[in-house]
């Protein structure tokens, strides 16, 4: 376990001046453009509301619906006054989980994140298994690279998306671009330990994992979840480079014409903007150029896109708590807003995304006609490498 | 009450690959992850349910590395006041009974009035050291208990007997009980609460400090000698199903209903 | 000398699979160390069970007295003690069940007698009495070596050997209590039965089983379909019990029940020992497990080896349309 970070918060803040309640006007636009009221009994205005009064703050923690907020911070984007109030709900599954009475999944998930650095209960050691047979380069601290890779546990250790850290690896070689991974150290980011309100768990994740990354020299961080990419971005002051999504990198070299093409993708396709990349963290375009610069795709966009696009529910510790409703599953609706469209393939550019809609989609029994692909997974297969 | 919860460190081999070492006598455990022995953590939240409910302390007793100190650590979050640790690579691991014999040489000067242990370990499953401690002890004991109620001077143990049947025994305290999975629900221990358990008191002591001999609790002094470590033969009758996921599910369909057995 | 004295076990009136599995191994132990298998019966109004024990061609000796109608650990390793001393064999063996663990490892204490626990065999070479264990998740096995005794305790794994034929008629001795007098610390209560649910897995035809690789309940809608498909009812192993998405009563293995399906689909199951004990019997085995080491893969008669989450929802699709 690392638990170099020792640094205490300060507990004399009171919840209202926490999380700005006074600064709400009870607009409702929070509520108003929340996905998840479609697919559940959550009302965020009203939770801003009622948290005023500190003496039914532990009711309210214990109303199952705080854990429906998928964090997709379409609240926070809207938000008049510039208020979070996902972090409300986020403020009262803190108070569960410093009582310890967390569902088991989470209890467990949250374990894992400290005892092997992934909350996937998978064995720190495994941790670079996805390399196998690959030549990849390993950071080494204080040797500068200017792309230093982030790969995000999901991606390191969920099979079915390991293809995006590979197909990266082929394509950085072929393309010659000065990058490194890091070593097997390389630990969660946290971002799902800040959402399931693991607050204690997150200050130490950000404390290490600050000093961790820092003994590296690079141009950039360059990050394969958008997960990770915000929250480096956002929560993590004292990193020495700036963050990118691997989207972005992808468009740069494109556009520098380092990569090159072999055959033709001659697909409809759909991009789905996963929120912890567009509304978080401002990137729309980058990810639709790299899809268009495949020969042969016809770009397709949902009505839901960019700002206003639908969450997949795979963020906000979702991972690891299932919803109380059996209202129809937000990723359910975007494949059939997919199917609508006749898009031959769903593309995202991110791993809780990919394993979302691609389970709706089997779900709804589309396999025979319709593909859900990590935009990596594409480059794969029609950049050479 | 006064409790006491012996734990245990044990490597996570359900899914993983196991290696035997060139000695024959240990396995690789470079890839292993460690964490509290299952039982033993249901044995934690036990005694910490019992001291929310009638008060009284809870010590946690454990041999093991320094590594094993997160798991004490966090069996003190969860509520757990102090907690001894026994590092001295003199004990003969593979050996239940001496294992207990310094767990009792560790509890000797104690007053206690329960002590719980897992009711078998992960790693060696003996189903003994709890048995066997209670022996050293001179005390009662009741072993696989899946729901434990505190009597005046006595504490009812349900034992969870093959088949689902429990048998309800009474004992005399003090006792020690080997806690069976699923008698509740472990709880998570928050980093604030492990952070904060960084202050309660872990005394980390040797067989010397305990005043135990290491002759009595070595390998030598073992009577049961581990020869060798071997990766069994499967003998598989069994017709593996190969091909993509949905291949496989096809020809196994297939399968059953060509077979008559759906 | 050289004898083998082998512990009955019986419940509630009736002998318990163990006690006749241990005439698997007990005979030839006794065999390669030159002396006979005893069986003790103890217990209250055991006239039945001893003979039946005695028809295994051994001598039985019966110990049959009102303070041993119910189990009690703390009497048990009394008696025990008492007739270690004066019958002295080579090895006393018992099965490592709920009644043999609560009171061997504390008879090998008192004794200072050597001890291995859930051996799934025994043997004697070169004047040697060595033991298989099976560790790690049944990934490893172990041997270990006793040395030199007055008597070597022993328990055996509950379903590792099959139980043989009854051979021959034997004698049953008795013989009188060593232990004369109750305890007073520990006292048998009562039993209680295992709450019975609205399915008896016991009498179902076809099982579809889930364990750890279930992860959360709310995976189970894909197992239900699954099962309604083919008309299955669903069980589980312990760890899908103690996680609370299957019902207690509905657990396969040895601290659960012990079923003999037509058609046993075990998904996401290791296959620990205990469960695989309870459902050995089943007639087809079918185990889909993402681990190519598990150990339920050396009971099944096809295997998977892939994400039950992939296999799953397209096996239901299949057998609907197969099916018709």
């Not at chain 1, 850290?165 to 890091?182: C, E, Q, R, S, T």
């Not at chain 2, 767990?103 to 790693?123: H, S």
């Not at chain 3, 002998?15 to 209250?44: C, H």
Request: negative net charge; glycine residues 8%; hydrophobic residues 40%.
């Amino acid at each position: 376990m690392m638990m170099r970070g020792m640094i205490m918060t300060t507990e004399s803040q009171t919840f209202t001046e926490k999380y700005d309640l006074l600064g709400c006007i009870q607009c409702g636009r929070c509520t108003g453009g929340c996905p998840v009221t479609v697919r559940a009994d959550l009302n965020v205005r009203q939770f801003v509301n009622d948290a005023y009064d500190e003496e039914k703050l532990d009711e309210l923690a214990r109303l199952a619906e705080i854990w429906d907020c998928t964090a997709c911070h379409t609240c926070a984007v809207r938000c008049p006054k510039g208020l979070k109030p996902l972090e409300v709900l986020i403020g009262l599954r803190s108070m569960i989980v410093e009582s310890g009475k967390v569902e088991p999944t989470v209890r467990d998930a949250l374990q894992s994140v400290l005892l092997e650095g992934n909350p996937w209960e998978n064995p720190r050691a495994a941790r670079q298994d996805w390399m196998e047979g690959l030549d990849v380069r390993i950071a080494e601290p204080g040797e500068h690279v200017e792309n230093l890779f982030f790969v995000c546990c999901t991606n390191c250790y969920d099979p079915r998306v390991q293809v995006t850290a590979k197909n990266m690896v082929k394509i950085l070689n072929k393309a010659g671009v000065d990058y490194a991974f890091l070593p097997e150290d390389e630990s969660c980011c946290g971002s799902e330990v800040f959402t399931i309100g693991e607050e204690g768990l997150f200050e130490m994740t950000v404390e290490d994992n600050t000093e961790f990354l820092n003994e590296f020299s690079a141009d950039r961080l360059v990050t394969l979840s958008p997960h990770c990419f915000t929250t480096y971005r956002t929560h993590f002051p004292d990193l020495k480079f700036p963050v990118i999504h691997y989207t972005q990198l992808m468009d740069e070299l494109i556009q520098e014409g380092k990569l090159a093409w072999k055959g033709e993708l001659p697909k409809r396709i759909v991009y789905h903007d996963p929120c912890y990349l567009g509304k978080q963290g401002g990137i729309y375009d980058e990810p639709r150029r790299v899809l268009k610069s495949i020969p042969g795709v016809e770009l397709l966009e949902f009505d839901r896109k960019r700002e206003r696009s639908l969450c997949c529910e795979g963020g906000g510790g979702k991972m690891w708590v299932e919803s109380e409703s059996r209202k129809e599953r937000l990723a359910d609706t975007r494949i059939k807003n997919a199917k609508e469209l006749e898009a031959d393939i769903v593309a995202a550019a991110c791993p809780f995304c990919v394993l979302t809609l691609e389970d709706a989609m089997k779900g709804l029994g589309y396999e025979e006609e319709m593909r859900v692909a990590e935009i990596m997974e594409l480059l794969g297969e029609f950049v050479e490498a | 009450m006064k409790t006491v919860v012996c734990i245990k460190y044990v490597p996570d081999t359900s899914e993983a690959e196991v290696k035997v070492n060139p000695d024959g006598k240990t396995v690789d455990d470079s890839r292993f992850s460690f964490d509290i022995n299952d039982a033993d953590n249901y044995a934690v939240e036990e005694s910490v349910l019992i001291k929310e409910d009638k008060g009284g302390e809870v010590d946690v007793l454990s041999i093991g590395p320094k590594q094993s100190e997160v798991m004490i650590r966090m069996a003190m979050a969860k509520g757990c006041d102090r907690a001894t640790r026994v590092e001295d690579d003199r004990i003969a691991e593979h050996d239940p009974l001496l294992v207990a014999k310094v767990l009792a040489g560790a509890l000797k000067e104690k007053e206690f009035d329960l002590v719980f242990t897992g009711c078998w370990g992960d790693d060696f499953n003996h189903m003994s050291t709890g048995v066997a401690l209670a022996e050293y002890l001179g005390v009662n004991h009741a072993s696989m208990v899946k729901k434990v109620e505190v009597l005046d001077g006595k504490v009812r143990a349900h034992r969870e007997l093959e088949g689902g049947l429990m048998e309800v025994v009474e004992l005399e305290l003090p006792a020690v009980l080997t806690i069976q999975t699923g008698i509740n629900e472990p709880r998570y221990a928050p980093i604030r609460g492990i952070r904060q358990a960084q202050k309660k008191e872990l005394n980390v002591v040797s067989l010397d400090d305990l005043g135990v001999d290491p002759a009595e609790v070595s390998v030598d002094a073992s009577q049961v000698v581990l020869e060798n470590l071997y990766i069994p033969e499967v003998e598989s009758a069994a017709e593996f199903i190969e091909g993509e996921p949905e291949e496989k599910a096809e020809k196994l369909a297939s399968i059953l209903t060509k077979g008559g057995l759906v | 000398m050289g004898d083998i004295l082998v512990l009955a076990e019986h419940r509630q009136g009736v002998l318990r699979d163990i006690s006749f599995e241990m005439m698997a191994i007990a005979p030839k132990v006794a065999e390669a160390m030159g002396g006979e298998v005893k069986v003790l019966v103890i217990g209250s109004g055991i006239d039945e069970l001893a003979k039946k024990m005695s028809e295994y061609g051994v001598k039985v000796i019966a110990v049959d007295d009102q303070l041993f109608e119910d189990f009690n650990a703390e009497k048990y390793q009394k008696a025990l003690s008492a007739l270690l001393d004066d019958l002295k064999p080579a090895v006393l063996m018992t099965g490592q069940t709920a009644q043999g663990v609560d009171f061997m490892p504390a008879l090998a204490v008192e004794k200072n007698l050597p001890y291995v626990a859930e051996a799934i065999d025994i043997n004697y070479e070169d004047g040697t009495l060595k033991a298989t264990r099976n560790i790690y998740s049944g990934k490893v096995n172990a041997t270990v070596a006793f040395k030199p005794a007055d008597t070597c305790l022993v328990t055996i794994r509950e379903g590792a050997v099959e139980a043989p034929e009854p051979a021959a008629s034997g004698d049953v001795e008795k013989m009188d209590s060593p232990l004369k007098e109750d305890i007073p610390y520990r006292k048998f209560v009562e039993y209680i039965e295992a709450e019975v649910g609205d399915v008896d897995i016991t009498q179902s035809e076809i099982l579809v089983s889930v364990g750890r690789g279930l992860k959360e309940d709310k995976n189970l809608p894909d197992i239900e379909e699954l099962a309604k498909a083919i008309k299955a009812d669903i069980a589980g192993s312990r760890a899908a019990t103690d996680a609370g998405w299957i019902p207690h009563d509905r657990q396969v293995g040895t601290s659960g029940k012990t079923v003999k399906p037509k058609l046993y689909l075990a998904l996401g199951i290791s296959g620990a020992f205990q469960h695989l004990a309870g459902m050995k019997g089943a007639k087809t085995i079918v185990a889909v497990n993402k681990d190519p080491e598990a150990p339920i893969f050396a009971v099944a008669d096809y295997a998977i080896v892939d994400d039950m989450f992939k296999v799953v929802p397209a096996l239901t699709e299949k057998l609907k349309e197969l099916k018709g």
